[in-house]
T-cell receptor
Framework: DTGVSQDPRHKITKRGQNVTFRCDPI?????LYWYRQTLGQGPEFLTY????????KSRLLSDRFSAERPKGSFSTLEIQRTEQGDSAMYLC??????????????FGSGTQLSVL | KQEVTQIPAALSVPEGENLVLNCSFT??????LQWFRQDPGKGLTSLLL?????REQTSGRLNASLDKSSGRSTLYIAASQPGDSATYLC???????????FGTGTSLTVIP
């Protein structure tokens, strides 16, 4: 396993700009999750995919947020018209889904977004 | 909605001491519970996972217990080391494969 990869590690943008993050899960992991974490808080669920299907979205995921997972491999999370409140660490995680009865989650190192 | 609470928020202990971190959750109908470690500015590393039908799991100096009926889990760290300094988070899932609900974590500092 090469682990879950996220790119970029850091992103600084100006308010109103669009940003896109990428996540490459562990190969053969069919479930992929996006979480957001602010300083001193635990991760908050945003959305998750089973293969290419987006099965659940949090109410936190406003219309400015969109996530895709074409072909059930890597995933992208796009934030349009960024706001200062979007500043956070965006974490991606994957699991083997039904292949693993434990449903153990593996996290990437995250993308730290700063909106100026 | 499932709510997860971790106490204490921060803990400082001398090296070599045994310690217990606490996690409580409001809905006892969980699928599993995971304990994670997070170093500053980094992602989360899974330490232990306990299925709802299990009482405890052990890995090296770590032991996690689960009392589903009372909505509680503990993470026991034996013979603490400075390298154990990190934030420890617990997370529960209610439905298999669905989202995990995280606590806010316990920040642990082990003093040499």
């Amino acid at each position: 396993d090469t682990g879950v990869s996220q790119d970029p590690r850091h992103k600084i943008t100006k308010r109103g700009q669009n940003v896109t993050f990428r996540c490459d899960p562990i190969s053969e992991h069919n479930r992929l999750y996006w979480y957001r974490q602010t300083l001193g808080q635990g991760p908050e669920f945003l959305t998750y995919f089973q293969n290419e299907a987006q099965l659940e979205k949090s109410r936190l995921l406003s219309d400015r947020f969109s996530a895709e997972r074409p072909k059930g491999s890597f995933s992208t999370l796009e934030i349009q018209r960024t706001e200062q409140g979007d500043s956070a660490m965006y974490l991606c995680a994957s699991s083997r889904g039904r292949l693993d009865v434990n449903e153990k989650l593996f996290f990437g190192s995250g993308t730290q977004l700063s909106v100026l | 909605k499932q709510e997860v609470t971790q106490i204490p928020a921060a803990l400082s202990v001398p090296e070599g001491e045994n310690l217990v971190l606490n996690c409580s959750f409001t809905d006892s109908a969980i699928y599993n519970l995971q304990w994670f470690r997070q170093d500053p500015g980094k992602g989360l590393t899974s330490l232990l996972l306990i299925q709802s039908s299990q009482r405890e799991q052990t890995s090296g100096r770590l032991n996690a217990s689960l009392d589903k009926s009372s909505g509680r889990s503990t993470l026991y760290i034996a013979a603490s080391q400075p390298g154990d300094s990190a934030t420890y988070l617990c997370a529960v899932s209610v439905i298999r494969g669905n989202q995990f609900y995280f606590g806010t974590g316990t920040s642990l500092t082990v003093i040499p």
